[in-house]
């Protein structure tokens, strides 16, 4: 790919449609929104209304992050709280896909508002090749699916939606995102799902089931690190186990832990990491994770598995 060439017809795109008009970007921090984000930048400057959604969802301290990263690059980030609306409309889903389909339905109604709020005529997102291909073949809902699957966005949200990533693989758009002059704190970054720690949780997502698998999350990143996964996360599990603290029995909770390796997300093959490391992650998490007592290491590829759990 002529990343260069790639870049220059795509502001060229989004400056021909856009015109004079408003433009509104859904800013998550992740490799994709992010290049999508100064490609609108770049194409209509002043006129990209740059919206981060805060949808409790989220990794820890995400929405200063993104604020500050941006600002760096003379791009202003706002910041919506819409916490309270995702969990309203995730309660009482276990099943991955109805939680998807609560999110998507959710996500871009609240973008729709945010459109309309904001004057913008349009709505850049960073929908890429991977997340077509596994809605249509029905592997799983991507959230940023619509058009693709049958559903206008026009007609449903109010939104016309522009998508100029959505021929590109994840380590394509790194390229371009290199290109545009994105740090590596968010070039290099690790994929994360649109429904964020939604994805991360095995049967009804909580405030307080979302908190446990923040903090694990946090210290898995950490830990793995070093180690340069395509991808890790902690899953919290529905099922609980018997375990001990301080002398006393304690039903508690199940962290797996995940990492792997994987160039387009398409197939992805386990990091095998070392035992030592392995330990250490245990003993964070039950330590540092209140009511965490038991800790599983994943060991399934893509396939038969997907990357995330949900």
């Given at each position: 790919?002529?990343?260069?060439?790639?870049?220059?017809?795509?502001?060229?795109?989004?400056?021909?449609?856009?015109?004079?008009?408003?433009?509104?970007?859904?800013?998550?921090?992740?490799?994709?929104?992010?290049?999508?984000?100064?490609?609108?930048?770049?194409?209509?400057?002043?006129?990209?209304?740059?919206?981060f959604?805060?949808?409790?969802?989220?990794?820890?301290?995400?929405?200063?992050?993104?604020?500050?990263?941006?600002?760096?690059?003379?791009?202003?980030?706002?910041?919506?709280?819409?916490?309270?609306?995702?969990?309203?409309?995730?309660?009482?889903?276990?099943?991955?896909?109805?939680?998807?389909?609560?999110?998507?339905?959710?996500?871009?109604?609240?973008?729709?508002?945010?459109?309309?709020?904001?004057?913008?005529?349009?709505?850049?997102q960073?929908?890429?090749?991977?997340?077509?291909?596994?809605?249509?073949?029905?592997?799983?809902?991507?959230?940023?699916?619509?058009?693709?699957?049958?559903?206008?966005?026009?007609?449903e949200?109010?939104?016309c939606?522009?998508?100029?990533?959505?021929?590109?693989?994840?380590?394509?758009?790194r390229?371009?995102a290199?290109?545009?002059?994105?740090?590596?704190?968010?070039?290099?970054?690790?994929?994360?799902?649109?429904?964020?720690?939604?994805?991360?949780?095995?049967?009804?997502?909580?405030?307080?089931?979302?908190?446990?698998v923040?903090?694990?999350?946090?210290?898995?990143?950490?830990?793995?690190?070093?180690?340069?996964?395509?991808?890790?996360?902690?899953?919290?599990?529905?099922?609980?186990?018997?375990?001990?603290?301080?002398?006393?029995?304690?039903?508690?909770?199940?962290?797996?832990?995940?990492?792997?390796?994987?160039?387009?997300?398409?197939?992805?093959?386990?990091?095998?990491?070392?035992w030592?490391?392995?330990?250490?992650?245990?003993?964070?998490?039950?330590?540092?994770?209140p009511?965490?007592?038991?800790?599983?290491y994943?060991?399934?590829?893509?396939?038969?598995?997907?990357?995330?759990?949900?």
């Amino acid at each position: 790919m002529d990343v260069q060439a790639f870049i220059a017809q795509q502001v060229e795109e989004i400056r021909g449609i856009v015109g004079s008009e408003k433009a509104l970007v859904a800013l998550s921090g992740g490799v994709d929104s992010s290049t999508v984000a100064l490609l609108g930048h770049r194409a209509v400057g002043d006129q990209l209304d740059c919206l981060f959604i805060d949808d409790g969802l989220m990794r820890k301290n995400e929405g200063p992050m993104v604020q500050e990263t941006f600002a760096r690059l003379g791009v202003k980030v706002r910041i919506m709280d819409a916490a309270q609306r995702f969990f309203d409309a995730l309660k009482g889903l276990p099943d991955p896909e109805e939680k998807r389909k609560a999110f998507r339905d959710t996500f871009y109604r609240t973008l729709g508002e945010a459109v309309r709020e904001s004057g913008a005529k349009f709505m850049l997102q960073g929908t890429i090749a991977a997340d077509v291909i596994e809605t249509q073949k029905g592997i799983k809902t991507q959230h940023n699916i619509l058009e693709q699957i049958g559903i206008d966005p026009a007609a449903e949200y109010g939104l016309c939606i522009l998508e100029p990533l959505k021929t590109l693989f994840k380590h394509e758009v790194r390229e371009v995102a290199r290109a545009l002059g994105l740090p590596p704190e968010i070039s290099e970054r690790q994929p994360f799902p649109g429904p964020g720690l939604a994805t991360r949780i095995v049967g009804e997502v909580t405030p307080e089931r979302v908190a446990t698998v923040r903090e694990a999350q946090a210290i898995v990143e950490e830990e793995l690190e070093e180690l340069k996964p395509f991808q890790c996360m902690a899953v919290l599990l529905s099922d609980r186990a018997t375990g001990l603290r301080d002398g006393e029995r304690e039903l508690g909770q199940i962290i797996a832990v995940r990492a792997v390796y994987s160039k387009d997300a398409m197939t992805a093959d386990v990091v095998q990491v070392p035992w030592e490391k392995l330990t250490r992650l245990q003993q964070r998490i039950c330590a540092e994770v209140p009511g965490v007592v038991k800790v599983l290491y994943d060991l399934t590829p893509k396939p038969p598995s997907t990357i995330e759990y949900v």
